[in-house]
């Protein structure tokens, strides 16, 4: 495979800046592809902190910072230097793509569902599955994703271990 092959594409190159610059807060601002799928706002504010809640009782990280983080953002390259000139064949196979969760923060799913959409050649991704393991919200959490393209939610019945 040689540099000049039509085949391989250097799909892991982020043209986004490599990191944060000190005390950035990246606001939520919804991302215009979802906007067709889904209310983004709306989705993280039906699972988002009430007021007095503790931003670190219910996932043991600060839920309140997670949920003003844009679902779409920068994410800079930690990979080794070696790895920088890596190329990938084009031609490889579809993937499906599973997402195990339980009492997720709909940020963070949110985010993750993102990432696997902006980071993956399209043409790969088969499907994103959305594994609800039992949540406490009934409301279920994965139902609202599954509008966005290629993803499919599934509840279990009851808590797998």
Do not use: W
């Not at 209310?39 to 931003?55: F, I, K, N, S």
């Not at 990280?61 to 070696?82: E, G, I, M």
């Not at 599973?98 to 991704?125: D, G, Q």
């Not at 994703?145 to 271990?161: D, F, G, V």
């Amino acid at each position: 495979m040689s540099a000049d092959d039509p085949s391989v594409v250097d799909r892991h190159v982020d043209s986004s800046p490599s990191s944060l610059t000190d005390g950035q807060a990246e606001l939520f601002t919804p991302f215009s592809t979802l906007s067709s799928y889904l209310d983004e706002v709306a989705y993280v504010a039906a699972g988002g902190l009430r007021h007095g809640d503790d931003a670190y009782s219910r996932n043991k990280f600060n839920q309140l910072a997670s949920d003003s983080l844009r679902s779409n953002r920068p994410v800079p390259d930690t990979r080794n230097a070696k790895c920088l000139t890596k190329k990938y064949r084009i031609d490889l196979p579809q993937t499906s793509v599973i997402i195990n969760f339980h009492n997720e923060a709909r940020s963070t799913l949110l985010r993750t569902v993102v990432s696997v959409l902006n980071r993956s050649p399209e043409h790969l991704i088969k499907e994103i599955f959305l594994v609800d393991d039992f949540s406490d919200d009934s409301k279920y959490d994965g139902q609202e994703l599954s509008k966005i393209q290629k993803s499919e939610a599934i509840r279990n019945e009851k808590k797998r271990r």
